[in-house]
Nanobody, 119 residues
Framework: QVQLVESGGGLVQPGGSLTLSCAAS????????MAWYRQAPGKQRELVAR???????NYADSVKGRFTISRDNAKSTVYLQMNSLKPEDTAVYYC?????????????WGQGTQVTVSS
């Protein structure tokens, strides 16, 4: 019913760029806060960037100035533009949709897409 489908991951050299996309279906997209998380081997999942329904944004300190999250409500898609990539950005990136205005809240995850930054 609810699906979050990520795309755009892959292998990129340090300093390169990559854009991730997450297409959502089965939700009223404009009502949801969308976010990108990542999980590297041996590390806990961490928030990378978040964009609220009103399009306010938050970024992890490690990616500020390099990554940009955006959303296109007409396409029910959230993007993560990643520039100046570093090896430490290597992780599985997950798309997340969260609705907190109702009780209980709703939280959905994509399947993840691998981003590898390596020379």
């Amino acid at each position: 019913q609810v699906q979050l489908v990520e795309s755009g991951g892959g292998l990129v050299q340090p300093g390169g760029s990559l854009t991730l996309s997450c297409a959502a279906s089965g939700i009223i997209f404009r009502a949801y806060t969308m976010a990108w998380y990542r999980q590297a081997p041996g590390k806990q999942r961490e928030l990378v960037a978040r964009i609220a329904s009103g399009s306010s944004t938050n970024y992890a300190d490690s990616v500020k100035g390099r990554f940009t999250i955006s959303r296109d409500n007409a396409k029910s898609t959230v993007y993560l533009q990643m520039n100046s990539l570093k090896p430490e950005d290597t992780a599985v990136y997950y798309c997340n949709a969260e609705l907190q205005i109702i009780t209980p809240g709703r939280n959905y995850w994509g399947q993840g897409t691998q981003v590898t930054v390596s020379s």
